[in-house]
């Protein structure tokens, strides 16, 4: 079965850098969200789309920015890089119209290092 | 406000041995309860979930969970550990009013199996 793809898997940036982080959702799922897992922390919510809108935000600095476009695939834009944006960056999917609308699938996650 | 607590940062068993990892969530409504499992530099993979229904839940890899409304519980367990089970698990909970599903973690439980 397909699964959730993000690319790049590994990124290496220096300070004040910008990086863009890419997420291709489950065929068909119409819901994408986007976490930060820092070292030996629990993963954090950054964002959310629904449908190409963003439905919900949690603690996602100002210098990030995120959008989906009309293929569902999404783009987590990061400016500015500071040290302590390095992170396991994940991405996952799912379907409002899906019985199990609740669950949500993870990708394998970019590992940022910002150096 | 919302929030997951799991008690134990790390616990060490023998393999064979039984496990039970603990998790208590503080949600105003009943909760979708999930337990991720992250092998290190991985991906998050779901072992189980709790929407509605019977409180004791069976998953993938031998793992089980039980809800206990009383006690805001949603504890993992396994009856016989394999060497292969050393990992971090994560319990969540969601969805939340005014979002779309996004998850909210614990901090996480580093589980090491001995020979």
């Known amino acids: 079965a397909a699964g959730v793809i993000q690319s790049p898997r590994h990124l290496i940036k220096e300070k004040r850098e910008t990086a863009t982080l890419k997420c291709y959702p489950i065929?068909?799922?119409?819901?994408v969200y986007w976490y930060q897992q820092g070292p030996g922390q629990d993963p954090q919510f950054l964002i959310s789309f629904y449908e190409k809108m963003q439905s919900d935000k949690g603690s996602i600095p100002d210098r990030f920015s995120a959008q989906q476009f009309s293929d569902y695939h999404s783009e987590l834009n990061m400016s500015s890089l500071e040290l302590g944006d390095s992170a396991l960056y994940f991405c996952a999917s799912s379907s409002q119209l899906a019985e199990s609308y609740n669950e949500q699938f993870f990708g394998p996650g970019t590992r940022l290092t910002v150096l | 406000a919302q929030s997951v607590t799991q008690p134990d940062i790390h616990i060490t068993v023998s393999e064979g041995a039984s496990l039970e990892l603990r998790c208590n969530y503080s949600?105003?409504?009943?909760?979708?309860l999930f337990w991720y499992v992250q092998s290190p530099g991985q991906g998050l993979q779901l072992l189980l979930k709790y929407f509605s229904g019977d409180t004791l839940v069976q998953g993938i890899k031998g793992f089980e969970a039980e809800f206990k409304r009383s006690q805001s519980s949603f504890n993992l367990r396994k009856p016989s550990v394999h060497w292969s089970d050393a990992a971090e698990y994560f319990c969540a909970v969601g969805p939340f009013s005014g979002g779309y599903n996004k998850l909210i973690f614990g901090a996480g439980t580093r589980l090491a199996v001995h020979p």
């Open positions: 949600y105003g409504a009943t909760p979708y």
């Open positions: 065929p068909r799922h119409d819901t």
